[in-house]
């Protein structure tokens, strides 16, 4: 728990120049513990998908450091970073980026297949099976329901036992219970498989699944909350939305269950 999986130190981000620039992150340093859940919340523009995509390697940053473990990415080429992206970092997208002519099973394992390897077989069983994809691995995306679409997604992110998993909104299309769902199975795979996640997502009902809360406004980590529940995000998106905090400082409180009830409820 004391190892940080990834970590910012540091990094803007500006798009344009000039007039035009636009400062997407402005001098972010943060770090994110090994085998912990992380959901990164803010009003909309406030930087949180473009600090996800740099500490994944999906964007460069225009100053500062991000490290995955002990590599610092600015210093690799295209091809280093490619690799390093395969091996290493596992990324959810809202929009499931499935391949819609190879099936359920050759989605989940596509990232190996790419990088000429193949899967532990008891390990692929496990996820597969945690993930309920057993009886439709041969099918194709379409054939499937959004939710069984978001668990291949999930279970492709986690077959190559990355170091990490970042997760862009991954239940922005998916109804309640499927939410719930998917929550819960991210959960476990944090507390059963020892997996770091680092979540963005606008659902304060999400954010209550993790183990703290990171909150961005104008590009800057302004506050911190540990043990999130939805209530008390809720609370603070409201306040965060009509204040200029000066945050930073984590929110203790106390923990509670509610939202990790591993997708009993509807979230």
Excluded at 54 to 77: F, K
Excluded at 123 to 146: C, M
Excluded at 153 to 173: H, K
Excluded at 228 to 255: F, N, Q, Y
Aim: hydrophobic letters at 35%; proline letters at 4%.
């Amino acid at each position: 728990m004391g190892e940080e999986a990834a970590r910012a130190v540091g990094i803007s981000k500006v798009y344009g120049s000039g007039d035009t620039a636009v400062r997407a992150l402005d001098e972010v340093s943060v770090g994110f513990p090994s085998g912990r859940f992380t959901a990164v919340m803010g009003p909309s523009g406030s930087g949180k998908s473009t600090l996800l995509h740099c500490m994944a390697g999906l964007d460069r940053v225009t100053s500062g450091e991000v490290w995955i473990g002990d590599t610092e990415l600015s210093g690799l080429n295209d091809r280093r970073l490619t690799l390093l992206r395969r091996e290493r970092i596992g990324f959810v997208f809202q929009a499931f980026n499935l391949v819609p002519t190879l099936t359920a099973a050759e989605n989940v394992e596509l990232p190996l297949a790419i990088a000429g390897t193949r899967p532990e077989r008891g390990w692929r069983d496990r996820v597969v099976g945690e993930f309920g994809l057993a009886k439709r691995l041969g099918h194709r995306p379409t054939e499937l329901s959004g939710g069984e679409q978001q668990r291949v997604a999930v279970a492709r992110a986690l077959l190559s036992r990355p170091t990490i998993v970042f997760a862009d909104e991954p239940t922005g299309n998916l109804d309640s219970r499927t939410s719930a769902e998917l929550l819960g199975f991210m959960r476990r795979s944090v507390d059963e498989f020892g997996q770091t996640i680092v979540m963005v997502t606008h659902d304060p009902t999400a954010a209550g699944y993790a183990d703290r809360a990171l909150f961005l406004a104008d590009g800057r980590i302004v506050h911190e909350m540990a043990d999130p529940t939805a209530d008390r995000v809720l609370d603070h998106l409201k306040r965060l939305d009509g204040e200029d905090l000066d945050g930073g400082e984590p929110d203790s409180g106390e923990p509670d269950s509610g939202g990790r009830d591993d997708g009993e409820s509807e979230g």
